[in-house]
């Protein structure tokens, strides 16, 4: 699953940003020559590159969240506070976030599922607690670490979702629940 999530973040990356930075270009090649012209065509070429702009970012973020290679970049502990500043940057969300040095303590695996893990319950916060606040803990204890990730948002029943039927259920628990285990931990 993760070969598969790097091949298409390259793909997203490669293929798909560069045609947007090519049609952004073409653009402003067309606004040099429209603006003479016909000066609303100008202001109408400012709003096509400024969206470009924003789809190009949009596919930038995607391409990193299928596959995190900022672990590779700049290593767990600062790829997790990397993460929780953007997904409070991105869904105007005040975070905090305290967190340990762990990098040495994981295999590269070890690191990608803590940093999925992570990932997963961000993005279920920021979809569907409706919070305002984030917080979240990374502690060495010893020989194990601790993620701590809360919100002040309306909370949910975690039984009451796990007895739900698959078809209404995402997979996002379980998945989490599976990563965990797979480290020795638990959800």
Known sequence: QEKERLRLSKELHDELGHSLALLKHSVRSIQTKVSKTDPSLHDQCD???????EVIENVRRL????????LEDIGLSSALEHLVESVGKQYSLEASFSIDEIDHLFSKEAQTNLYRISQEALTNIARHAQAKEISFLAKRNGGSVSL???????GFDVNEVKTRHPSRRGLGLDTMSERAHMLGGFL
């Open 63 to 70: 391409s990193r969240d299928l596959s995190p290679s900022i």
């Open 47 to 53: 709003e096509a590159i400024a969206y470009i702009g």
């Open 148 to 154: 701590v990730i809360e919100d002040d948002g309306k």
